[in-house]
């Protein structure tokens, strides 16, 4: 007759040792993991991380970038929201948000539809249109300034042969800000083209074919089918492309210098009108922290209100 197994109990010791030792390989993990980290985490904390904080604390000075400065806590910002052209130069950067986003998710959704299909030589077609991609901004503005020349240009040469009179388009204030927003969706088309594009592929054929089967034409199948699956897709191409817009310099800078009349002024040639050209570096701080803070509001807003309308597979 066999005696009874006897359970044995961890004594208190034993149970010190283990959680001792788990502790140890927790910290050696952590220790590893910043290693690893520490490559790109340093020139994050010494490029982006630390500007800002500094940026934070120019923003509470009256500084001139040469002299001492001076605390005025919230003064700079105060004025800011009380200066007109401060306020005239978020409206320019919606302005050009309002024609951008549609015009570059229209075109990348129209040219990720054509190269989804069985189409002859789209692999070229598309390392065609993701080239402006990796074009210098410089070089993309001062084609399209030349382009949109209102007295040489392409564009006004060809509309005069339509009988159509050309505008003024860069010289022009009421067209200045097209200008930009034509330059800059023909070089994010690509862009924009790649990911929604790799978001088709990702939609199951038979999903598409059950629809086809159920009787679904082209637009229901696109209405009921590709566009709530390419939802993810959408919502990351207007998250980067707001965050993007909101910033818009380059071009601005390059093709108009915010001109004619301040009609193209945005917030980041503001930002850099402040600080090197009437000295006040201040507020050109306090205005970048008021555009980070207002790139921020929305982006939370955007990802709360994804639950209403990304669709997960």
């Given at each position: 007759?066999?005696a009874?197994a006897?359970?044995?109990?961890?004594t208190?010791?034993?149970?010190r040792?283990?959680?001792r030792?788990?502790s140890?390989?927790?910290?050696?993990?952590g220790?590893?993991?910043?290693?690893?980290?520490?490559p790109s985490?340093?020139?994050?904390?010494a490029?982006?991380?630390?500007?800002?904080?500094?940026a934070g604390?120019?923003s509470?000075h009256e500084?001139n970038?040469?002299?001492?400065?001076?605390?005025?806590?919230?003064g700079n910002?105060?004025?800011?929201?009380?200066?007109?052209?401060?306020?005239?130069?978020?409206?320019?950067?919606?302005?050009?948000?309002?024609?951008y986003?549609p015009?570059?998710?229209?075109g990348g959704?129209?040219?990720?539809?054509?190269?989804?299909?069985?189409l002859?030589?789209r692999?070229?077609?598309r390392?065609?249109?993701?080239?402006?991609v990796?074009?210098?901004?410089?070089?993309?503005?001062?084609?399209?300034?030349?382009?949109?020349n209102?007295?040489?240009?392409?564009?006004?040469w060809t509309?005069a042969q339509l009988?159509v009179?050309g505008?003024?388009?860069?010289?022009d204030?009421?067209?200045?800000?097209?200008?930009?927003?034509?330059?800059?969706?023909?070089?994010?088309?690509?862009f924009?083209?790649?990911?929604?594009?790799?978001?088709?592929?990702?939609?199951?054929?038979?999903v598409?074919?059950?629809?086809?089967?159920d009787?679904?034409g082209?637009w229901r199948r696109?209405?009921?089918?590709?566009?709530?699956?390419?939802s993810?897709?959408?919502f990351?191409?207007?998250?980067?492309s707001l965050?993007?817009g909101f910033?818009?310099?380059?071009?601005v800078y390059?093709m108009?210098?915010?001109?004619?009349?301040g009609s193209?002024?945005v917030?980041?040639?503001?930002?850099?009108q402040?600080?090197?050209?009437?000295?006040?570096?201040?507020s050109?701080s306090?205005?970048?922290?008021?555009?980070?803070?207002v790139?921020?509001a929305i982006?939370?807003?955007?990802i709360?209100?994804?639950r209403?309308?990304?669709t997960?597979?």
């Open positions: 007759m066999t009874p006897v359970s044995r109990r961890p208190r010791g034993a149970t040792t283990g959680g030792s788990r140890a390989a927790r910290r050696r993990t220790w590893w993991a910043l290693a690893f980290l520490l985490a340093l020139p994050l904390a490029f982006v991380i630390v500007p800002m904080l500094g604390w120019i509470l500084w970038l040469i002299g001492s400065m001076h605390w005025v806590g919230l910002y105060a004025a800011l929201l009380r200066d007109p052209a401060t306020l005239a130069a978020f409206g320019h950067t919606l302005g050009y948000l309002a024609g986003l015009l570059v998710y229209g959704l129209g040219l990720a539809l054509a190269l989804n299909t069985a002859h030589g692999a070229l077609l390392g065609v249109y993701f080239l402006p990796v074009t210098s901004w410089i070089v993309v503005a001062l084609v399209w300034r030349w382009l949109l209102p007295s040489v240009g392409i564009v006004n509309l009988g009179q505008p003024g388009w860069w010289t204030p009421a067209w200045s800000m097209a200008s930009v927003v034509l330059a800059s969706a023909w070089k994010d088309l690509g924009v083209m790649v990911i929604l594009l790799a978001g088709l592929q990702a939609i199951p054929t038979e598409l074919e059950a629809a086809r089967v009787g679904a082209w696109l209405w009921s089918v590709v566009l709530p699956l390419l993810p897709s959408t990351f191409v207007v998250v980067i965050i993007n910033q818009v310099f380059d071009q390059a108009t210098a915010g001109g004619p009349n193209s002024e917030v980041v040639l503001r930002i850099q402040l600080a090197f050209r009437y000295g006040e570096a201040g050109a306090a205005l970048s922290w008021l555009l980070f803070a790139i921020l982006t939370l807003v955007q709360r209100g994804q209403r309308w990304v997960y597979a």
